[in-house]
């Protein structure tokens, strides 16, 4: 059961659980299903079914990295989602858009750029130099089918089930470019070299990944920075100043 005072959005537990359904339904990974959520005096919660830990099988992280390849094989014909949900506590928008350019720019870039600057944790001018990445990145990313993302692939929301696969949970899931999970999941520690091995093999990435991954980290950085701050401001503004 996770549970939380229901300050920044009553739906969020809601959002969570048709997250969660999303990716379970999908097959490719386990996941912990939500049984039911709401809402009790001033608080909001989620019951999801438990999981139990195990140890990991020799060929965990080539395995975890092929089930992420065939879950972002599960496609859409637009990026986006037919609703909104959340990554950590920051609001997500998921209007939908043809194009991975115009997705990344409006919904991701743009608008958390302009909430940093609103509140005083970036300089005006990064709006500005964002602005200028956003009109590149149709000429900086390969387009490619929308693909169904984790959202939140860090080294904090996947556990080793009890058959030694991997069990992933707190998703911040949408229809958008494959290489966001993987450029996510190289921050804050990075995953074992096997993982990305067995993704590559599953599914290979198009060239030219590990130019095009800090573009794809700025949205999870840009999220960070508005929930603490600190250090992740230089992350913002190095990304921009490079590319903006």
Not at 17 to 39: E, H, I, S, T
Not at 171 to 190: N, T, V
Not at 205 to 232: D, M, N, T, V
Request: net charge negative.
């Amino acid at each position: 059961m996770k549970r939380n005072a229901a300050l920044f959005g009553l739906d969020f537990f809601e959002k969570e659980a048709k997250g969660l359904d999303m990716l379970a339904n999908a097959g490719a990974m386990k996941v912990a299903r939500p049984l039911f959520d709401g809402k009790y005096h001033q608080e909001i919660y989620v019951v999801m079914e438990f999981l139990e830990k195990g140890q990991p099988q020799p060929d965990f992280w080539e395995n975890f990295g092929r089930s992420l390849a065939a879950q972002h094989q599960m496609t859409h014909t637009q990026y986006g989602l037919d609703f909104n949900n959340y990554i950590g506590k920051i609001p997500q928008h998921n209007q939908w858009h043809r194009q991975w350019s115009d997705f990344y720019a409006e919904e991701r870039i743009l608008k958390l750029t302009r909430r940093a600057v609103d509140h005083h944790l970036l300089d005006p001018s990064y709006a500005s130099k964002a602005e200028n990445l956003c009109g590149k990145l149709s000429s900086l990313i390969p387009e490619e089918k929308p693909a169904l993302l984790h959202g939140d692939l860090w080294n904090g929301n996947f556990m080793v089930w009890q058959n030694g696969h991997v069990a992933i949970f707190d998703p911040a899931p949408y229809y958008g470019h494959r290489e966001m999970d993987l450029a996510m999941s190289k921050l804050f520690g990075g995953f074992e070299p096997a993982f990305y091995e067995g993704y590559q093999q599953a599914f290979p990435l198009q060239p030219g990944f590990a130019e095009r991954e800090k573009i794809h980290q700025l949205y999870p950085l840009l999220a960070h920075l508005l929930l603490f701050g600190g250090h992740y401001r230089k992350d913002v503004e190095t990304i921009l100043e490079n590319f903006g």
